[in-house]
Structures are given as C-alpha cells and as structure tokens.
T-cell receptor, first 113, second 112 residues
Framework: GQNIDQPTEMTATEGAIVQINCTYQ??????LFWYQQHAGEAPTFLSY????GLEEKGRFSSFLSRSKGYSYLLLKELQMKDSASYLC??????????????FGSGTQLTVLP | KAGVTQTPRYLIKTRGQQVTLSCSPI?????VSWYQQTPGQGLQFLFE???????NKGNFPGRFSGRQFSNSRSEMNVSTLELGDSALYLC???????????FGPGTRLLVL
C-alpha cells in the first residue's frame, strides 16, 4: 500500500513563488506525477519524475528525491489562474505493467491579487 | 488530436438502479483507467484496461465492473447503485510506452 501526504491548503500572492510538498511511502515506486485540477474540471498533467532531480517546464518545476520519499512542485510568477488543487500521485509496479496511480488528497492553492 | 471523451457528462439515478458510463481514449492510446473522485475520499483507482483485458483493479466492490472494446473504447458499469456512489467518475488514457495518463472531463453521477 501507499501513503501520500501533502498540505491541504496554501495561499500565495500573485507574482510570488510557491512550493507544494509531497511525501510518500511505497513498496515499489515507479514514478511520481503532479496534476492540476480546477474546480469542476478534470485533472490536467503537469509533470512526471521517475529519477532524482529537478524537472523544469516553464513556470512549473518538479523535484524528486526517491531516498527521502519526497517531491515538490514549484510554481513561479504566480498568476490568478493558478488557483487550483494540485494533486501528487505515485505509481507502483514495473514499467509496462498496470498504470495504477495512487493520489494524495490534493493541495488547494489560492492566489491572491 | 482530440482528447479523452466521456459520456454522459451528467447523470441522475436512484438507489438500486444501474448505470453505464462510456470513455473514448485519445486516438492511439490503448490503456484506459477509471477513477472515482469524491470530496471525502479524493481520487481513487477503480480499474485499468489494456487490449481488452483488465490489468489491475482497485479496492471497490464487485458492483463496479468494466470492459474494453477492440477500438480501445471502455465502459464501466455500476449495479445496484447506492447513495455513496455519487461521485465524479474520471477516465484516463495512456499511449503505448508512456507513463502519463490524460484525463477526460468526467461523468458526474448523482444517486438519489
């Protein structure tokens, strides 16, 4: 089984930087995903980390440390439209096998003007 | 490319009825996964299909079932609906060799 923890809520100001942390415990780690979900909409893919280190994609970056069971999502130059729930999800199993994702409860980010 | 599509988008049923939800994956994607999202439990994995075979199943009762067709379209069925089945049901598809799942807009089911 897996246990995934992330903060329930965060608030930040437009133009600022925010870091959303995620810790996990798993028996067969095979990748960590970040998704963004606006209220009433489906989750949209942001990033995927399977090796340690930082992955940068525009204003969003994601970091992974497998030895620590830790990841963070970094959002720079925050915009009002970034107000959403951010979901951390972990995949277990070997590559090519079933793609079951276990999701954290999500971090509700509110960006204030 | 068109994204993942799900039908219907909204559904109202009463307790004891059954429901069938449909998902069409992105063209070329052969893996389809289903998730249930509720305010209390968050996003929970239901099952995954690949090449018409169920590859994995989450911790849900047997009332929840699914299937996949040769064109990769998938359906899920919930029989003997309970009030607690009210949720957003999300379908996600993945391309061969890719780990990333792309979600459809979901079907919002309300059980009265």
């Amino acid at each position: 089984g897996q246990n995934i923890d992330q903060p329930t809520e965060m608030t930040a100001t437009e133009g600022a930087i925010v870091q959303i942390n995620c810790t996990y415990q798993t028996s067969g780690f095979n990748g960590l995903f970040w998704y963004q979900q606006h209220a009433g909409e489906a989750p949209t893919f942001l990033s995927y980390n399977v090796l340690d280190g930082l992955e940068e994609k525009g204003r969003f970056s994601s970091f992974l440390s497998r030895s620590k069971g830790y990841s963070y999502l970094l959002l720079k130059e925050l915009q009002m439209k970034d107000s959403a729930s951010y979901l951390c999800a972990v995949r277990e199993g070997s590559s090519g096998s079933a793609r079951q994702l276990t999701f954290g409860s999500g971090t509700q980010l509110t960006v204030l003007p | 490319k068109a994204g993942v599509t799900q039908t219907p988008r909204y559904l109202i049923k009463t307790r004891g009825q059954q429901v069938t939800l449909s998902c069409s994956p992105i063209s070329g994607h052969r893996s389809v996964s289903w998730y249930q999202q509720t305010p209390g439990q968050g996003l929970q994995f239901l099952f995954e299909y690949f090449s018409e075979t169920q590859r994995n199943k989450g911790n849900f009762p047997g009332r929840f079932s699914g299937r996949q067709f040769s064109n990769s379209r998938s359906e899920m069925n919930v029989s003997t609906l309970e009030l607690g089945d009210s949720a957003l049901y999300l379908c996600a598809s993945s391309a061969p060799g890719s780990e990333t799942q792309y979600f459809g807009p979901g079907t919002r089911l309300l059980v009265l």
